[in-house]
């Protein structure tokens, strides 16, 4: 396909349930290797309040309606149904700049994103619609009021503002948690590249799979809409900081204490370890990453390597060995298969990359590639945004000021020398907080130092080494269940990290009252709420019979001396504490030989268990064991046995069944507590 001769295309935002395309004509977007006309943007004309209107009432309200696992579901659908259009995604993600591969972060990566959070969301997520925050906490010695978190989305809407880098990955990545959370979402791509987050915005609203208003899509200007937002709503920004800092204090957004979340400059390092000397495993493989993080999507990721710390000694063989790849690298337009790196997403960008180049000449000397003559072997080297490899080196990078303030959004980075670990660490910490740094060592020790103190600079540090480079998923790469944001100049945001994500679209509250009321507000059994003792065995019982308080309190077993020597003996488990009086009187916390802990939840589960077959189809663990009291021979052992969550799966004929498990002796004294976790058929013939 040559896209130097696809038609331009007026773009079109989908709000309030349909395409409008804006009242202008609007600005030209360029393929970035051509200069061709791809597409006009504008948005003039489009009413933004009834945009959030629509959103916050007809989409919130949808969402809100389904189950954390059928949100879930649909972000499943979704994502197999874009991964059967992605050919049509690629074919336009070169007018981008994007290569083959770049084109899979931003396509494959994005819908593998949506996947991710789909299979995790049902994993890690209860079928209801209120998450729970941690334990319950006691307030009272009587268990008559008590206190839980809890977690509900926010009734406004999610509006993402997104940079030109990753069109597709940058959209989903938020998407995911959002819509997860139960939130409506309006997308406002950067306009550089919003062509293809429109046709992947086509393509999702194609599937039907969303209720109505829980997506919506602004191509062009967002108008007046930030003036309108209010406490309830979310504003998430990935750009530049000088952008992103006008719009966190943008008056609406101050005065409704609107939940900002930024993503912005990072001026992101690598450091070489001191054991990694040429010629070791742990150089060849920073040479590799920084290589390769300078020249992936042409260096526009937020995460790319833009400051190479090494030890003095060995940046002469660093340079050299980056040199003789980055020379290498062949640039051009991505439809040529040869091509290793594309052009920069514009002109203007490339305008943008050199005069940052400049700024950081007056600290450092370009050592590999020439900004203002490209070499391509495809593409127009006029009107396409070409722009190979530029490496700097910085020799007194403790005395420099830009290149640790100055990030060129592009394939540029500087090597800077350190003598002392000391040095490594304030150098890193000069970029004044990074989405991510790695540190390239096989040396226990420093990695511990440099690590401990990175961190609070940093939202992650990888650590890449000889055993970890075969299935290292790399310095750049942000990763689903991982955090992605980082402190300071990085923007102080935070995204992904698993669930930790879809939090951000929720509020957190921490509820007070009597156990029954906890109950009624969350679904779930707390100690000291109402249970029900009538009826048949809870294990009889169905997802459809069950009901959470359904408990069973059982006959009490004695525990005597010849059990626990059959069970030492038929496990082996002959610890002294359980077979000799005088060793174990010795122990500061017995008073003699005491009961294995295992043989305590094997006597309950004896005392609990319904034997015959029923609804109750498998024990897959427990949960949080604890053995509260010493048992000695002699003592009787009882328990109380509490449906506390119940959980079904929307894509199972079963469930999982929950119960508060608490052991107690003849005194009533806990003695062990844990939760026993069941799966549960859904309906029962005979039950
Ligand atoms: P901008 O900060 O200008 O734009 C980022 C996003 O904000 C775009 O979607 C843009 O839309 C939008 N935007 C701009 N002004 C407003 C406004 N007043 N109201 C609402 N939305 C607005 O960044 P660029 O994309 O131009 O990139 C510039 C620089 O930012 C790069 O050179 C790089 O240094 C940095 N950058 C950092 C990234 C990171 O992840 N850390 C990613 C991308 C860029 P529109 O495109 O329509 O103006």
Redesign the pocket.
């Known amino acids: 396909m040559n896209i130097s001769v696809r038609q331009p295309r007026r773009l079109e935002s989908y709000v309030c349930g349909g395409w409008v395309a804006g009242s202008k004509e609007g600005n030209v977007l360029l393929d970035a290797s051509t200069g061709a006309p791809v597409a006009f943007?504008d948005s003039t004309g489009i009413d933004f309040t009834d945009v959030l209107t629509y959103g916050r009432e007809k989409g919130g309200a949808a969402l809100r309606r389904l189950s954390f696992h059928e949100r879930a579901l649909m972000l499943k659908a979704l994502g197999l149904a874009l991964m059967e259009k992605k050919d049509k995604f690629y074919a336009l993600s070169t007018a981008t700049g994007a290569t083959k591969a770049d084109s899979w972060i931003d396509i494959e990566g994005g819908i593998g994103t949506l996947l991710s959070y789909a299979s995790k969301g049902r994993r890690e997520l209860p079928n209801s619609r209120v998450l729970l925050d941690g334990d319950v906490e006691g307030l009272s010695k009587d268990n008559s009021f008590s206190a839980q978190h809890i977690l509900t989305p926010l009734l406004g809407v999610a509006i993402h503002?997104?940079?030109?880098?990753f069109p597709c990955w940058g959209m989903l990545e938020k998407l995911a948690p959002t819509i997860l959370a139960g939130v409506p979402a309006i997308i406002?791509?950067?306009?550089?590249t919003?062509y293809l987050t429109e046709l992947m915005v086509r393509a999702i609203v194609e599937t039907g799979i969303f209720p109505d208003g829980s997506l919506q899509l602004i191509c062009?200007?967002?108008g007046d809409?930030?003036d309108h937002v209010d406490s309830q709503d979310i504003v998430t920004?990935?750009?530049?900081?000088?952008?992103?800092q006008?719009?966190k204090t943008g008056k609406a957004i101050v005065a409704n204490s609107v939940r900002f979340t930024m993503?912005?400059?990072?001026l992101n390092a690598a450091v070489l370890g001191l054991d990694a000397a040429p010629g070791t495993e742990e150089f060849e493989l920073f040479v590799k990453e920084v290589a390769r993080e300078m020249t992936v999507k042409a260096g526009?990721?937020?995460?790319a390597i833009r400051r190479v710390i090494a030890p003095r000694s060995y940046t002469d063989a660093l340079v050299a060995g980056l040199r003789d790849r980055l020379t290498k690298t062949s640039v051009g337009n991505p439809i040529d298969e040869g091509v290793r790196m594309g052009p920069l997403a514009s002109l203007?960008?490339r305008d943008?990359?050199r005069a940052?180049i400049r700024d950081l000449m007056t600290d450092a000397e370009i050592v590999s590639g020439d900004p203002e003559n490209p070499l391509v072997v495809s593409g127009d080297a006029t009107d396409g945004a070409f722009l190979n490899p530029v490496l700097l080196y910085c020799d007194k990078p403790a005395a420099a000021g830009t290149v640790h303030d100055v990030?060129?959004?592009g394939p540029v980075s500087t090597v800077m020398p350190y003598d002392t670990a000391d040095e490594a660490v304030d150098l890193v910490r000069r970029g004044k907080g990074s989405?991510v740094s790695s540190v390239f060592t096989n040396d226990a020790d420093f990695v511990q130092e440099m690590v401990l103190r990175l961190a609070p600079y940093h939202g992650r540090v990888m650590i890449g080494n000889r055993v970890s480079a075969k299935s290292s998923t790399g310095h750049g790469s942000p990763l689903p269940g991982l955090v992605h944001g980082g402190p300071g100049r990085?923007?102080g945001g935070e995204e992904l990290g698993g669930m930790r994500g879809v939090k951000h679209y929720m509020q957190r509250t921490a509820v007070q009252g009597a156990p029954s009321m906890l109950t009624a507000v969350t679904g779930k059994w707390f100690p000291g709420a109402a249970a029900n003792n009538d009826g048949p065995h809870p294990f009889r019982k169905s997802l459809a019979e069950l009901k959470v308080g359904d408990q069973l309190i059982t006959a009490s077993r004695a525990v005597g001396l010849d059990d626990i020597e059959h069970f030492a003996n038929f496990t082996g488990d002959t610890f002294y504490a359980h077979m000799d009086e005088e060793a174990a009187k010795a122990n500061p916390f017995f008073d003699g030989r005491v009961a294995h802990g295992y043989l305590i939840v094997s006597f309950a589960a004896g005392l609990f268990v319904d034997p015959a077959p029923g609804p109750v189809l498998a024990n897959y663990g427990v949960d949080n064991l604890r053995f509260l009291k010493p048992v000695n021979p002699g003592d009787a052992l009882k328990v109380q046995l509490t449906c506390k969550e119940i959980n079904p799966r929307a894509s199972a004929e079963h469930g999982e069944v929950r119960w508060d498990c608490l052991v107690t002796n003849q005194n009533a004294e806990p003695v062990a507590q844990y939760d026993v976790l069941t799966m549960v058929a859904k309906t029962w013939p005979s039950a």
């Open positions: 943007i503002i997104n940079a030109y880098n406002k791509p950067a306009s550089q919003a062009g200007s967002t809409l930030l920004f990935t750009g530049s900081a000088a952008t992103g006008r719009l993503e912005a400059d990072s526009q990721k937020c995460t203007d960008q943008e990359v940052r990030e060129a959004f989405l990085a923007g």
